[in-house]
Each structure stands twice: as structure tokens, then as C-alpha cells.
T-cell receptor, first 112, second 115 residues
Framework: GDSVTQMEGPVTLSEEAFLTINCTYT??????LFWYVQYPGEGLQLLLK?????DKGSNKGFEATYRKETTSFHLEKGSVQVSDSAVYFC???????????FGAGTRLTVKP | GAGVSQSPRYKVAKRGQDVALRCDPI?????LFWYQQALGQGPEFLTY????????KSGLPSDRFFAERPEGSVSTLKIQRTQQEDSAVYLC?????????????FGNGTRLTVT
């Protein structure tokens, strides 16, 4: 079935370090791909998305490119901040019903 | 504006008890989803409503789980005869329209602990 596999955490970085969180997917159709973020004490919220191959989603300095050839959607940020500490979830949806399949989540801690 | 609201925030139930979890979606949102999130895992899809119609319940783990959205707004997830493996955070999400251009808005979840 359709699924995503993301890099296991936790990930601990110093402020201003470069971040990559890997995500690969398996899908029978043509999925849309998403990154959701969950800050401490808050609900999940959409960080960025890409709906077709080679699209790049970006928001708050984070980027991810939909790579069909490698079935990947890795999340990157050039310089992380303490406020980026959160759990990041890669997800996909196939079809029109918004049914999302989530990865297990990667906890990021950024230290000053 | 108001987001997705879930209640209660925490629920402790003795094994065998029935529980009801409530979700108030954002006003006007057509689609409503329930997810189950075990500790350290990502959300797992349970069921999906479009207005009052339950279009997909393939993720419900057993016939002890039942969801309804009778007027196309508030939804209730009911778990009968709770078991310890039901302990998880139950997330509700709503969206205005259909994927992928209509993002999901999540509530903060109900943490269910079955003792």
C-alpha cells in the first residue's frame, strides 16, 4: 500500500547548522507529498507541500523537492533556529479524498 | 479564528469501559478525518467523512470503533469495551475541500489511556 518512510530520530543540531530529514515514499498512483510539523504542545500543521514531480515546496526557510526518480521528498533547511525544535512528519496523499499517510516522525532539537 | 477543537483533552478509562471523543471542525469544512497516533509514531488513518457521509472507514481497527457525523459538522468517535492497546492520541482534522490544495487542519488531540 501507499506509505512513507522517514529518517529516524531524534536529531540534535546546533543553531545555524544545516538540516536534512530524509523521506522516501511508495505509491501506486501519483501522490501529493507533504511535510507537517508539530511544535511542543500544539497540533500538527502543514509546513510545505508539492503536488507533482520536480515541484519544490518551501516555507519558513524549509524546502523539499519532489523527486520521482528517487521517490523522495527530503526536508532541508540551511540554518536552523532553536524555534525549529519540533517533530516533523512526512506524508502523502493519493487521490482526491485528502486521505493522508504519515511517516513515523522525526524529532528535531536545536541547541543554542 | 477558531481551529479544530477536540474534547476531552485527556481521558482515562478502565479496560472494558466505553468512551466518546468529540471533534468540532472548523466551520464550513466539508471533510473530517480521524487519526490514531501511538506513542512515537505518526498518525494512522481511521476514517473519513465528507459532510455527514462516512466515505472511508477502512482504518478502524475493529468493530469496537464507531464514528459519526450526523449533521455534517461535529463528529464523535466512540470506542466500546476499551482495551489497553487502544491507548493513543486520537487526532481529528478537517479541510475545506479536497486534496491536495486544501490543507488539513488538526486539533490538539485527545490522549486516551486505558488502564
Amino acid at each position: 500500500g501507499d506509505s512513507v518512510t522517514q529518517m529516524e530520530g531524534p536529531v540534535t543540531l546546533s543553531e545555524e547548522a544545516f538540516l536534512t530529514i530524509n523521506c522516501t515514499y511508495t505509491a501506486t498512483g501519483y501522490p501529493s507529498l507533504f511535510w507537517y510539523v508539530q511544535y511542543p504542545g500544539e497540533g500538527l500543521q502543514l509546513l510545505l507541500k508539492a503536488t507533482k514531480a520536480d515541484d519544490k515546496g518551501s516555507n519558513k526557510g524549509f524546502e523539499a523537492t519532489y523527486r520521482k526518480e528517487t521517490t523522495s521528498f527530503h526536508l532541508e533547511k540551511g540554518s536552523v533556529q532553536v524555534s525549529d525544535s519540533a517533530v516533523y512528519f512526512c506524508a502523502l496523499s493519493v487521490g482526491n479524498n485528502n486521505d493522508m499517510r504519515f511517516g513515523a516522525g522525526t524529532r528535531l532539537t536545536v541547541k543554542p | 479564528g477558531a481551529g479544530v477543537s477536540q474534547s476531552p483533552r485527556y481521558k482515562v478509562a478502565k479496560r472494558g469501559q466505553d468512551v466518546a471523543l468529540r471533534c468540532d471542525p472548523i466551520s464550513g469544512h466539508v471533510s473530517l478525518f480521524w487519526y490514531q497516533q501511538a506513542l512515537g509514531q505518526g498518525p494512522e488513518f481511521l476514517t473519513y467523512f465528507q459532510n455527514e457521509a462516512q466515505l472511508d472507514k477502512s482504518g478502524l481497527p475493529s468493530d469496537r470503533f464507531f464514528a459519526e457525523r450526523p449533521e455534517g459538522s461535529v463528529s464523535t468517535l466512540k470506542i466500546q469495551r476499551t482495551q489497553q492497546e487502544d491507548s493513543a492520541v486520537y487526532l481529528c482534522a478537517s479541510s475545506l475541500g479536497q486534496a491536495p490544495n486544501s490543507p488539513l487542519h488538526f486539533g490538539n488531540g485527545t490522549r486516551l489511556t486505558v488502564t
